[in-house]
């Protein structure tokens, strides 16, 4: 489930009322989606969690949270899915009203480690560590910080300008975006992400990692980590290990 993006169960009835106040279409199959609450107050969650959103007409969805903690509106990263509102940027329109329960999930930002930070992301699981390393360095953190970003293609990368920009601004944050299945030649990384990381680091013991995506990316990468000596403790998902 990491990256939330699947059917959330129980309708979302009793959570808090939202707006939409924009959309984008930043990648092939994804929309991006700005909601302001309807009653002025932040959303209350730890980076990295995520809420159940249930857009009008639609089965409700686990949906990872990317805006930061005490933001004045939340920013979902939402994949197309079959069944669960494909068509969902023709469908929200600003104004709409979403309900938004939570916050649930256990692979928030662990404040209190001071080392070293691997940040992998697979697709729209982009979402929670956006929320994790903004968060971080809008606190002051100074340890290194590295951001995995894997995707098929170039149509299915974003937010790789802000992040270029975010690594400028801050000398402890490398970022890397990794293509599987790259189209054409160019000058970007191209493989699996699990690949890459261990063409790049020959230890992470110490390391905190946090892993968001498709379920076999967050599988492979897992393991990938352990191979390279993070402890299973190390390693925050909403994957079983």
């Given amino acids: 489930m990491a990256g939330h993006n699947q059917g959330g169960g129980k309708p979302a009835q009793n959570g808090r009322r939202y707006r939409i106040a924009a959309t984008s279409r930043p990648a092939r199959h994804l929309t991006l989606a700005s909601l302001t609450p309807a009653d002025g107050a932040a959303f209350p969650f730890r980076a990295g969690q995520y809420a159940r959103v249930g857009f009008d007409g639609l089965p409700p969805r686990n949906l990872s949270i990317a805006s930061a903690p005490g933001s004045p509106a939340l920013e979902f990263h939402i994949r197309d899915r079959a069944g669960h509102g494909g068509d969902l940027f023709q469908r929200l329109k600003p104004g709409e009203e979403v309900v938004v329960e939570g916050p649930f999930g256990a692979g928030f930002w662990r404040e209190d480690h001071a080392g070293p930070i691997l940040a992998a992301a697979g697709g729209a699981g982009l979402a929670p560590v956006k929320s994790i390393i903004e968060t971080a360095l809008g606190r002051?953190?100074?340890?290194?910080?590295?951001?995995?970003?894997?995707?098929?293609?170039e149509?299915?990368?974003?937010?790789?300008?802000?992040?270029?920009?975010?690594?400028?601004?801050?000398?402890?944050?490398?970022?890397?975006?990794?293509?599987?299945?790259?189209?054409?030649?160019?000058?970007?990384?191209?493989?699996?992400?699990?690949?890459?990381?261990?063409?790049?680091?020959?230890?992470?013991?110490g390391f905190k990692a946090y892993v968001f995506g498709p379920g076999a990316m967050v599988h492979a990468t897992i393991r990938a980590l352990r191979a390279l000596g993070i402890e299973p403790g190390d390693i925050h998902t909403d994957e079983p290990p």
């Fill in 155 to 205: 149509p299915d990368l974003y937010l790789e300008s802000h992040f270029d920009a975010l690594a400028r601004a801050n000398r402890n944050l490398r970022f890397v975006p990794v293509l599987s299945k790259a189209s054409k030649a160019q000058s970007r990384r191209t493989g699996l992400l699990a690949e890459a990381l261990a063409a790049d680091f020959p230890a992470l013991a």
């Fill in 140 to 153: 002051g953190m100074t340890q290194p910080i590295h951001l995995y970003f894997g995707v098929r293609d």
